[in-house]
């Protein structure tokens, strides 16, 4: 047994420990502490662990391991552990390589939405720099088109047609040969200046007109809408004749009707909503729900059956 044993035997039995006692405080295995008091040193698991097992036995039992350390000189001192420091040397470098490996995935994370700015960027360039095809200049247009300046309006033939073109300054006069145009007929348009509307008379509650007009001549009614009005118009005498309109009007309603020999006959619910024309003559009653018969003054209308036939309503 050495000297240091002796002593932290002796200081162990006067504190009335036993080495169960010992290793419940220290934490250390007893064969442990017999080897410490045996001085065998080859019993624990290294040389580090000697001054370490020592100064904990010393503490436990009550004495002072520095003073315990230099009275028993001969306590093998801890060897720089290799293995230990690789361990350690281990052991710091792994949190570097962990941060390391964090930072990984936001580098990727941004790295991909600045390519695709950059793709963005380098294809907004690209179509910036090309012509915009409808400001460029048409490089050959077809011979076809010309200048509106030189072009020379043709002539007008007597009649309305278009008269043939005449030959172009470089050509041969003998040679050229005029092409014959045909002058389309004229479509007579309707007068309004002969034609006249007069109130001939009352039959019940229809005011009879009479349309004098030229034969042959176009004699138009047109009825503008300016609201809401209930309209009917019948060709003939009343409304068993044929139905041209029957309905309610809206405001910015135009309609046109050809008035002939059968007469025309109107029943508008609202007048003031409705302006009732005669080749541009206003035709009117005066009254707020109208009932109009037009005739024209050449054909079977005038005659005095047509105001006895009418509505009286």
Not at 280 to 287: C, I, P, S
């Amino acid at each position: 047994m050495s000297e240091l044993g002796r002593h932290l035997k002796e200081a162990r039995l006067q504190k009335g420990m036993s080495l169960d006692d010992v290793q419940e405080v220290t934490k250390i295995r007893k064969k442990y502490l017999e080897a410490i008091e045996a001085g065998d040193y080859k019993v624990l698991p290294g040389s580090f662990y000697v001054r370490a097992f020592i100064k904990t036995y010393a503490e436990a039992v009550g004495v002072n391991p520095d003073e315990l350390m230099e009275e028993h000189g001969n306590v093998p001192a801890a060897p720089v552990d290799t293995t230990m420091e690789t361990v350690i040397q281990k052991r710091s470098r792994r949190p570097e390589t962990e941060r390391n490996a964090k930072w990984l995935p936001t580098v990727l994370m941004w790295t991909f939405p600045v390519l695709i700015i950059v793709v963005i960027y380098l294809y907004a360039s690209s179509n910036m720099n090309k012509p915009d095809p409808d400001k460029a200049e048409p490089a050959n247009l077809t011979t076809a088109t010309q200048d509106p300046s030189k072009v020379q309006p043709s002539p007008t033939a007597e009649g309305g047609g278009v008269a043939a073109p005449s030959a172009s300054a470089g050509a041969d006069p003998v040679t050229a040969t005029p092409e014959a145009t045909i002058a389309p007929t004229a479509t007579p348009l309707p007068t309004t200046q002969e034609v006249t509307v007069t109130e001939d008379r009352k039959s019940g509650k229809t005011t009879v007109y009479k349309v004098s007009a030229p034969a042959g001549s176009a004699v138009q009614v047109e009825i503008a809408a300016t609201g809401v009005s209930w309209l009917e118009v019948y060709k003939g005498e009343n409304s068993k004749g044929e139905k041209l309109s029957f309905g309610n009007t809206a405001a910015g309603d135009n309609m046109s009707f050809t008035l002939d020999s059968e007469g025309m006959y109107i029943k508008s619910g609202y007048s003031p909503a409705t302006e009732i024309t005669v080749n541009g003559q206003v035709v009117t009653d005066g009254k707020t729900s109208s009932r109009l018969l037009l005739e024209l003054d050449d054909g079977p209308a005038a005659t005095g059956t047509g105001a006895g036939n009418s509505e009286t309503e």
